[in-house]
């Protein structure tokens, strides 16, 4: 299954998910923060977004159905841990 986010915004939520900082990131990626943050907003955005559809789909339920055991743990992880 593919991703909404882009290559450059998957990195920096990947970057996130680990724990690093704004900051740190943004000196990793050899960028301002500036655009880090944006890139941080868009990827929140497209989070929001993408359960906004998930929520309105009808196709929500076959999709979960038709997700890989352990990337249907992996999403039932990463929302209890929200």
């Known amino acids: 299954m593919r991703s909404i986010l882009s290559t450059g915004e998957r990195e920096v939520a ?43 789909s009808p196709f929500t339920g076959d999709a979960a159905d038709d997700l890989p055991a352990d990337e249907r743990e992996r999403l039932r992880a990463a929302l209890e841990d929200a």
Do not use: C, M, P, W
């Open 14 to 56: 990947e970057l996130l998910a680990a724990g690093h900082d704004v900051e740190s990131i943004a000196t990793e990626r050899d960028e301002s923060v500036e655009a880090t943050r944006k890139a941080v907003d868009r990827v929140r955005e497209k989070t929001d977004r993408a359960f906004a559809t998930l929520l309105e």
